[in-house]
């Protein structure tokens, strides 16, 4: 959170120190509407990210992706449409300006949120044992997200864990946990292991 606070100000103190030295107006920079679809724009692309079932780690990049896609073409769009109704050529670079606003908008918030450092790789041998624990667990029929909780509870977490690894309730862990069970004839999470 420190991290993000301080890239805010960091971008914030550049914007108006530009804005500044070149005499702009930086009330034109800020449209509190094209904000609000940047952020509709950002929620509704996270859609099929949470369908696919993400970890919290993974969000703050996927804001970020998603505000340069949207950023991108809510600028294409503004050019598209607003360059189009613009009669004469006296506001044809102030409109083109203004159009670029969600690029900016976009490139902030991905410099904010969305550059996360990598995990390391796995090393090789770690890979292809869990590949081959992956294939096992679809071998014994367990559907592909049994096989990310157990994978999960071979790695130790709780159930609560869980949950919050993958945004799902933690009925709907525990449920899954028996039918893991079930399908693999244990009874303790050790066994899993």
Do not use: W
């Amino acid at each position: 959170m420190k991290k993000i606070s301080s890239n805010v100000f960091a971008i914030a103190i550049f914007i108006l120190l530009l804005c500044y030295s070149m005499d702009f107006e930086i009330g034109a920079l800020i449209s509190i509407k094209l904000m609000g679809l940047m952020a509709f724009g950002i929620g509704i692309l996270f859609i099929p990210h949470l369908l696919e079932g993400i970890k919290k780690e993974e969000i703050p990049e996927l804001i970020g992706m998603n505000a340069r896609t949207v950023g991108y073409i809510g600028t294409l769009i503004i050019l598209f449409f607003g360059l189009q109704s613009i009669k004469g050529t006296e506001n044809l670079l102030s409109e083109a300006a203004l159009a670029c606003r969600p690029v900016l908008y976009g490139f902030i918030i991905y410099e904010v949120c969305g550059k996360r450092k990598k995990k390391a790789a796995e090393p090789p041998e770690q890979e292809e044992m869990q590949e081959t624990l992956k294939d096992r667990l679809k071998g014994a029929g367990l559907t592909s997200r049994e096989v990310q909780i157990a994978l999960l509870i071979n790695a130790g977490l709780t159930n609560k864990e869980i949950a919050e690894e993958l945004f799902i309730a933690e009925t709907t862990v525990k449920k899954h946990v028996s039918n893991i069970f079930d399908k693999l004839g244990v009874e303790k999470r050790s066994q899993v292991k």
